[in-house]
């Protein structure tokens, strides 16, 4: 619902519209292979929860006129990292300008979909404007400062995580000499992540790094900054570990240890920005290698008590920054440049819980999701219209879908289509939606999956329209029609 003043709301017009319809399998036309069908899987992110963990994906601005793309996006994870958005080149490319338009699309597209955003990040040697590289020394602390505070002010609150530091180690263990090195020493890591502290009370504060997944030099650096911080008293709460994983390289040494050491030290640790890239052309025998790669990781973190989360760096080969960075090297995601599932997913799925049906096995991970059909299905479409202006309004709508059947529905996806000129303004309760242009997919969640026989489950949303308002005609459980 949007914040309209309590005057808006006293001048719209309440219509209730319920409409039911009831629909008997044999007044559909008939649906192939209903012996192999089964529940809807359920997303990465819910498998993750139910073990008390995240998982979630980066994204990218550009990406987000896709939306083929935003409704994986939107239903699979449960948490978004902005790929690039919140860097300090997109937010002050210049000195004392700040740039928040990008990083505020992807907050309010998380908000949306109710995921949690891990924010990234606020200092780093890359994506660094020239005007801080050539800052003379003696000014280099208080532009940190002053870009820490303006920015991490701006998100306060809004976001779970920042990425306060990123990549401070060379891969021997010393401290890469960035301009914030030279500036201030090691010391600035401390001063980097009070000012974070300061403008942001309620994020939890990370140093990030690539090659500290595994045990090594780098990973012992690691280890003794955040082990010297803590014994300081300064505001750390997690280290983030990016697993950029190769599968020419080796899977990373004792990475559950390594972890488990981290969080020894009471802090929180996390995968984020996880990828598994291989030398191209993509195959079979790489698609198994990187499979295990991935199960690892899920593994080691499902074993850390303190492990948060897992993000992956951007979901589907379409969009890796692999390819461009690493030349002849890519396939690094769960999903392939079509948007098809690809074996790392089934590994991940599976690392994570979930149950793989046998009955209709697919090389390419489990089959798109055929749930059962009931064989009877009711809908009741309760909104709540109100008028703020000529021809535009708000609404809430709240849905009921009975189970007419005598088994119960196990997993359930209702689709419909709004009306022309309706959108959907946030992600409602009680079931997880995606949209696609005009078209909507409600999926349960773990906890209303079922629907028992004569049964029934309620969920809900709120949206806008305008034109004038109408209902949507028609809906589909499980994809059997309801009308
Ligand atoms: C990458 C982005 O994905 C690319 O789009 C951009 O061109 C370069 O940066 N480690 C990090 C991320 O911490 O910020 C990097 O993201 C990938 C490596």
Known sequence: MSSSSAGAFSTRTRLILIMGVTAALAAVSPIAGLSTARAADPTLHQLAAAKGKYFGSATDNPELTDTAYTAILGSEFGQITPGN?????????????????KGDAVVSLAKSHNQIVRAHTLVWHNQLPSWVSSLPTTEVQAAMENHITQVATHYAGQVYAWDVVNEPFNEDGTFRTSVFYNAMGSGYIATALRAARAADPT?????????????????????NLASSLKAQGVPLDGIGFQGHLA????????MQANLQRFADLGLDVAITELDVRMILPRDATKDATQSTYYTNVVNACLAVNRCVGITIWDYTDK???????????????????????????????????????????????PSPSTPAPPTGCKVVYSASPWTEGTGVGGFTANITVTNTSATPVSGWTLRFSLPSGQTLTQSGWNATYAVSGQAVTATNLSYNATIPANGSTSF???????????SPAAFTLNNVTCS
């Open 85 to 101: 958005s919140m860097k300090w080149d997109t937010t002050e490319p210049t000195r004392n300008t700040f740039a928040f338009t």
């Open 203 to 223: 994020a939890k504060l990370y140093i990030n790094d690539y090659n500290t997944d595994g045990t090594g030099a780098k990973a012992d650096a690691m280890y």
């Open 247 to 254: 599968i020419q390289y080796g899977f990373p040494t004792n």
């Open 319 to 365: 969009y890796s920054w692999v390819p461009s960075v690493f030349s002849g090297q890519g396939a690094a995601l769960p999903w392939d440049e079509n948007l098809a599932k690809k074996p790392a997913y089934t590994a991940i799925f599976k690392a994570l819980g979930g149950i793989v049906s046998t009955s209709s096995p697919s090389p390419s991970g």
């Open 460 to 470: 809900g949303f709120n949206g806008r329209w305008s034109g004038s308002y109408s």
